[in-house]
């Protein structure tokens, strides 16, 4: 069994069962925003020498989301970036992103700008 895979199980069979601590209202109405954004954005995620379509990648950065969620680790959108969208946990190597023939950028990047934009047309309001 590869060592990422032990890992990984090992991470989903420490999560306490029915223990989960929330981030405030505020900041899970930004994070859901983000992951829907990926979800629907078509662009491509690349992570761990792969490229994977928008919906695989709103499904792993879920996965680390719930994970860090569950070990009261993400309390802000800005945390939810940083500590599950931007790197591989396992190899620490940054996540990419590519939206059609736009030019390969970090998926920090893309998602800091996503926030910014979210919070700028929320303070129009």
Not at 59 to 69: D, G, I, M, P, V
Request: with cysteine; proline share 4%.
């Amino acid at each position: 069994m590869r060592w990422s895979v032990v890992l990984a199980l090992t991470a989903v069979m420490t999560l306490p069962v029915g223990a989960r601590a929330e981030p405030p209202p505020h900041a899970q109405a930004e994070i859901n925003y983000l992951l829907g954004f990926v979800r629907a954005s078509g662009c491509e995620f690349y992570r761990n020498g792969t490229w994977y379509d928008s919906e695989r990648a709103q499904e792993h950065l879920r996965y680390k989301y719930e994970y860090l969620s569950a070990h009261d680790r993400v309390a802000t959108a800005e945390e939810f970036i940083e500590q599950a969208a931007t790197k591989s946990s396992l190899t620490g190597r940054p996540y990419l992103l590519r939206c059609g023939r736009s030019k390969v950028v970090t998926s920090e990047e893309w998602l800091r700008a996503a926030l910014a934009r979210l919070r700028s047309s929320a303070a129009d309001y």
